[in-house]
Every structure is written in structure tokens, then in C-alpha cells.
């Protein structure tokens, strides 16, 4: 078990570290640098582009710096933007520790602020939960727990109710979950609630009132309801047709004692599995939810970042969901064996 | 005597042999024919084909036209509560005018076409792709095996969405990104990752099939490798193939409409006498600043997503259950 995690987690450095080169050169294959570039910011003069680029790292070799390794000096082979970045370097002058100590990077159009500082520091005299990443947080989570807190019970509902009016209701709720993509659905409610019938605004100004809430964590959490319920409902279907439940029902235990003890707790296998990524898939892909409600988390952040060309922005963001996707992954394959121990770690 | 065996035999057989056999596609047709759901999605999916190729025909206005002071119409038909402007719809434009004036109904017909064509083109390039990578890798195995897995590994840790976006983001500006109004860039973007699914589950098929003893008989006859995975894997394993693809594609059609509407999808045309004119995504991302002046703006190419999307999916689904009955009401 734990020589499995490990191998996992060491696995993890390669797949970053190649993550991390198709980003960079992705980021650096966009013509010109993120100073000259830009036409709607005024042009720099050559000192100040020189200057820039000392204080930003980017005067040094994209990859590997080959004329300092003919001189002899193995250190400035590998001093070069995409180690600076990721392990550390010399930036003007002094030693900086890169992404694996926290470190993102400036960012290129917020001056004097570092990507960490944007995403993870919370406004002036308020808790984590208020940064940019503590709001995509917790709107992940919010619709989570709207996920599984409507849709585990729909699926369980659904599967003892079989082909009764309850089951082909919430089957039909479960299939436009799967099939309407989410950011329509939020159209949709955006259009009906906020339009037509302006029961809340179009995009909220204030987050601190918790009715705002509702909506974007219905729209980013529905797909993942269909998804449970879905399941739910097939791992339920099995479970009732299991022996062990004709056994717990003829040594007379109640209804309501078959369904929780002998029915839902291993009909949740499946379902419990699905967590993990769902959470990951929730925060990481919430930039479009984000962005439909104006909501003030990371991921708005990285789509207003593109629009603004910040490229350490851009590239912190991707590095730190591809981040997120792993470890889900692999917290997936641990709660497995911990759940079902017929499977087996390979 | 002889004849009355036979006229007492005939009964039997024809008890027996009550159908004429039916080939396993044949089979599959029948029962996707039945299924009405996925009738319905193949309906809808032709007829957003129909309205794709014959675009030019069915709109009613140019797409690009300007009516000046004819601008944030709603539709002639939409109720007086849901329209905030006070304006007064104009029965000629049947979802009413954007934010210059431009006929919806006919911006929505033309943008049919790229939606239609992302269904077709990417899914070509993927399925071509993923069929002869997964093939080669499970049948020859060692280092090729290797390294499609270790490239699977890594494609998976990448959010894929996320991964459309920084492509787009980076190559829209070099001459890559210019080429077809950014349609190529596009396709190329959305087969980087496409591929890779699909390359996955031909590897596990063709592991599985070319233990078969009709592999081996093939391969004692002197088949060599390339007879045999296109002669005896390739046909085997074509259901899955099938059945992968087709849920593929609505997820090629959300990520076109996704990259659109963050202002990274194609550039808009300049003439309707362009092959691509407007997209969906682009439709929303305009619709979404005039979302309380029109909001018809924003719900037509929605909805049509949607519909379009619903329809491939349920063509999939029945698919499914049509190829592979075992997998019938799961997932």
C-alpha cells in the first residue's frame, strides 16, 4: 500500500514537470513577450523592455543554456526561465526559490503583486476563505454538497420506486443533467430567474449575501447530480438483486434497516469514488461558471488573465489544476482499496 | 412415400427457422431503429445537418447585414413581461435583432456550420489517430505500449477544457492561428486531446482480441501483423470503436461553443460569403452583454447547443445500447 502511494507520488514529479514544458512553451510560442506585445498597453522604450525583462527572469535562455556550459559553468546550464520558474534562480541579483516552494510569479499585469498573492491572499482583515481560491473553494464545495445531498437520494428513491412516475421523473431530471451542458443550463436559469423574473441580479455585486449563492453552486453542481443519481440508481438496482438482502430481509430486519445497513452502504461504492475527481473537476472547471456570474474566484481570474495576456497567471493556473487532477486521481485509487478490498492495487 | 416425408418434415424447419440469420450490423440497425430516442437524436442531428449545408437558403436576412436603428428587437412573438426595453418586436426577424441590428434567427442558421463541421472533422482526425495508435501499441506492445501510456498519463492531468484554452490562447496569434479564421487552430486543439481516449480503449480491445485462436490460426497461415489487425482485430473491435466515438463528439461540440463564448473560438467573418460566419460560442459571448436588452440574443444559440448536444448524445446512447446490449441502462 504504501510503496503503491509512493511510486504514485513520485510518478506525479515527471507527469508535472512535462505539464509544466508543454504550458511553458505554449506560453512562450505566442508571438512576442508579454511587454511588447500587448497594443492597447503603451509601448516601452528598449531600457525600460531590458529592465522588464532582468526583473521578470526573462533575459535569460528559455531551456537549457548551452554558450555558459561551454564556459564551464554547470550552474548557468540549467539557470534558465523555465527552472527559475519551476525549481528557482537568480532574478535580479538575488536567489528566489520557484514553483515547488509556493512561488508563481509575478504577475506580468498586476505590478508589484505575485500570482499567490492574487489567488490565495484574502482582502485586508478577512479569513482564507475569502481569497480568490477560498471562493472557488468554496463554491466547489457548495455544489457538492447540492450534488450529493439531492442527487444521492433521487438515485435511491428512483431504484425502490422502479418504473414508477418517482423513477421516470427523476431520470428525466438525471438525462438533461447529463445531456444539457452546464454553462447552457446556466444560461437558462440566468435568463428565467434573473431576467425575466428578476428575483436576483444578473451579476451580483455582493458575495456576502448567501442567497446570490444559490444559483451558481445549482448550475455547476447539476451535472454532477445527474452523474450521482444516475449511478446511484444503477448501483442500487444490483445491490436490491444480492443475496445477502434476501438474507437480511428473512432474518426479519425492517424495510428501513435493509436499505441503510445492507442496500446503500455498498451501493455508495461506486458513488463515494466519483468524489474526489467530481471536487477536483468542480474547482478546475468552474472558470465558466465563474465568468457567466461575475463570481470573484480563480477561475474568472484565469479568464479575465487571458484576456489580459498575464502569462504567469495563465501558466500558475494550469500548473496548479493539472496539480489538483492528480492528486484527486490518485486519492481515487487509494479510497478504492480502502472501500472494496476484493480490489486489488496494481 | 418420399414426398410426404419431406411435406412431414417442413413444418419442423419452419418452426426452426423462422428468420432468415441476420448479420450482427443488421441485428444492431434493428434494435437502434427501435429505439426511439435515438431516433429522435438522429433526427435532430440531421436536421442540424440539413440546416448547416443549406444555411444560405434557409436564412431569411444576410447575417452580417446592419439595420440601423433596428437594434436589441426582441422577437414579434415574445410576451410583453419578458422583454425590458419596451421595445416592439418585428415579425421579420423571428428571434429578433443583436446589439447592430443583425437578424438572430439568420446568425443562428449560419452558425449551425461550425458546430456541424467540429462534429465531423476533429472526430475524423481523432477516431484515424486513436484507431492506429491504440492497434499499434496493443498489438506490438514493449516501448510504443509504453509510451502511449505514459503520454495517456499525461493528457489525462491535464483539465481538458483548460488545455483547449491555453492552446487557443497561445496560438491564436501566430500564423497557425490565422489560418481559416482560426478554424484549423481549432481542430488541431481539439484532436491534441481527443485522440487519446479513444487510442485507450482500442489498446484494451486489442490486448484482449489478439489472444484469440483465430489470431493464431491467422498467424499460422503466414497472416502477417498488418493482415492481421486489419483483417481479423480491426473488425472485432469496431463496436467499441463506434460507440466511443459517438459520445465524443458532443463533447467536441460543447468544447467549440466553450472556447467561443470565452472570446478564443474563430474570428467572427467579414462576408457571408465566407464558409464560417459567426459560431454559437460567439453568438453567447455577444448575447451575454446584451443579456437584459435581448436576452434572445443569448437563448437562441443556447438553445440550440443544447438541442444539438441532446441529439447526438441519445444517437450515442442508443448506439451503445444497440452494438453492445450487455451495456443497456448503465452509465
Redesign the interface.
Known amino acids: 500500500m504504501a510503496r503503491f502511494l509512493i511510486r504514485r507520488l513520485l ?1 506525479l514529479i515527471p ?2 514537470f ?2 509544466a514544458a ?2 511553458f512553451i ?2 512562450h ?3 512576442g513577450g508579454p511587454f511588447d506585445k500587448d497594443p492597447q498597453q503603451r509601448q516601452v522604450d528598449a531600457i525600460t523592455q531590458k529592465r522588464l525583462n532582468a526583473q521578470f527572469g526573462l533575459d535569460k535562455e528559455m531551456w537549457l543554456d548551452f554558450p555558459a556550459l561551454m564556459q564551464g559553468n554547470v550552474v548557468g546550464f540549467f539557470d534558465t526561465q523555465f527552472f527559475t520558474y519551476m525549481i528557482g534562480g537568480t532574478v535580479n541579483g538575488e536567489w528566489r526559490c520557484g514553483f515547488i516552494c509556493g512561488n508563481m510569479g509575478p504577475s506580468f499585469r498586476q505590478r508589484g503583486m505575485t500570482v499567490q498573492q492574487i489567488v490565495l491572499d484574502p482582502p485586508e482583515g478577512k479569513s482564507p476563505w475569502d481569497s480568490k481560491a477560498g471562493y472557488s473553494l468554496r463554491l466547489g464545495l457548495l455544489a457538492l454538497i447540492f450534488a450529493v445531498v439531492v442527487g444521492i437520494p433521487m438515485g435511491v428513491i428512483s431504484a425502490l420506486r422502479q418504473n414508477t412516475a418517482v423513477d421516470y421523473a427523476s431520470l428525466f431530471i438525471a438525462t438533461s443533467g ?4 452546464s ?2 443550463m446556466g ?2 436559469l ?2 428565467i430567474f ?3 423574473f428578476h428575483l436576483i441580479p ?1 451579476v451580483p455585486r455582493d458575495w456576502s449575501d448567501p442567497t446570490v449563492w444559490i444559483l451558481p453552486a445549482v448550475v455547476l453542481g447539476f451535472g454532477l447530480l445527474a452523474q450521482t443519481a ?1 449511478l446511484t440508481r ?1 448501483s442500487m438496482l444490483e445491490v436490491m438483486r444480492q443475496d445477502y438482502i434476501r438474507t437480511a430481509r428473512a432474518k426479519g430486519l425492517s424495510n428501513r434497516m435493509v436499505i441503510v445497513r445492507h442496500m446503500l452502504k455498498n451501493a455508495m461504492i461506486p458513488v463515494v469514488t466519483i468524489m474526489g475527481p467530481a471536487l477536483a ?1 468542480l474547482v ?2 468552474s ?2 461558471i465563474e ?2 456570474f461575475g463570481f470573484p474566484g480563480w477561475g474568472r481570474q484565469f ?1 479575465l488573465a ?2 489580459q495576456r498575464d502569462y504567469s497567471m ?1 501558466l500558475a ?2 500548473l496548479v ?2 496539480l489538483l ?2 492528486i484527486a ?1 490518485i486519492t481515487v485509487d487509494l479510497v478504492y482499496t480502502f472501500l472494496d478490498p476484493r480490489m486489488k492495487v496494481s | 412415400m418420399a414426398t410426404a416425408t419431406v411435406a412431414g418434415r417442413r413444418p419442423i424447419e419452419n418452426t426452426l427457422n423462422t428468420k432468415a440469420p441476420t448479420s450482427l450490423w443488421v441485428d444492431a440497425w434493428r434494435r437502434l431503429v427501435r429505439n426511439k430516442a435515438a431516433m429522435l437524436g438522429l433526427v435532430i442531428v440531421l436536421l442540424f445537418f440539413f440546416v448547416a449545408i443549406f444555411g444560405p437558403w434557409l436564412a431569411p436576412h444576410d447575417p452580417l447585414q446592419i439595420n440601423s436603428g433596428q437594434d436589441f428587437l426582441p422577437p414579434a412573438w415574445a410576451p410583453a ?2 422583454i ?1 426595453t419596451g421595445k416592439v418586436g418585428d415579425p421579420q426577424f423571428f428571434m429578433g435583432t443583436d446589439t447592430i441590428g443583425r437578424d438572430v434567427w439568420s446568425r443562428l442558421i449560419y452558425g449551425a456550420r461550425v458546430s456541424m463541421v467540429v462534429a465531423i472533422v476533429p472526430t475524423i482526425i481523432i477516431t484515424v489517430v486513436g484507431v492506429i495508435t491504440g492497434l499499434v501499441a496493443g498489438f506490438f506492445g514493449g516501448t510504443v505500449d509504453n509510451l502511449l501510456m505514459r503520454v495517456t ?2 493528457v ?4 481538458d ?2 488545455f483547449f ?3 487557443m ?6 500564423f497557425i492561428g490565422e489560418l481559416g479564421n482560426g478554424v484549423f487552430l481549432l481542430f488541431v486543439a481539439l484532436a491534441l486531446v481527443g485522440w487519446v481516449g479513444i487510442a485507450r480503449v482500442v489498446r484494451g480491445q486489442t490486448l484482449s482480441i489478439k489472444e484469440k485462436e483465430f489470431v493464431e490460426a491467422s498467424r499460422s497461415i503466414g497472416g502477417d501483423s498488418r493482415r492481421i489487425m486489419s483483417k481479423h482485430i480491426l473488425p472485432n473491435i469496431l463496436s467499441p470503436i463506434i460507440i466511443i466515438v459517438a459520445f465524443s463528439v ?1 463533447r467536441l461540440i ?1 468544447a467549440e ?2 472556447l467561443g ?4 473560438g474563430l474570428r467572427p467573418g467579414t462576408s457571408s460569403s465566407e464558409f464560417f460566419v459567426t459560431s454559437w460560442g460567439s453568438m ?1 459571448l455577444e448575447g ?1 452583454t446584451a ?2 436588452a435581448q ?1 434572445f440574443m ?2 437562441a444559440p ?1 438553445i440550440a ?2 438541442l444539438v ?2 441529439g447526438f ?2 444517437l450515442g446512447d442508443g448506439l451503445r445500447d444497440a452494438l453492445d446490449p450487455r451495456m443497456r ?3
Open positions: 510518478w507527469v508535472m512535462v505539464v508543454i504550458t505554449l506560453m510560442a505566442a508571438p447529463v445531456t444539457v451542458p454553462f447552457v444560461i437558462f440566468i435568463i434573473a431576467v425575466w444578473v444516475r444503477a473537476a478546475t472547471g472558470f465558466i465568468t457567466m479568464v487571458i484576456s495563465i493556473t494550469t489544476f493539472a487532477i492528480q486521481n | 413581461w419578458s425590458n498519463d499525461i489525462y492531468s491535464f483539465p477544457l483548460l484554452v491555453v492552446i490562447f497561445a496560438l491564436r496569434g501566430t458532443p460543447i461553443a466553450i463564448y470565452l472570446g478564443l453567447m451575454q443579456i437584459n436576452p443569448l437563448l443556447a447547443v443544447a448536444v441532446m448524445t441519445f441502462g448503465t452509465g
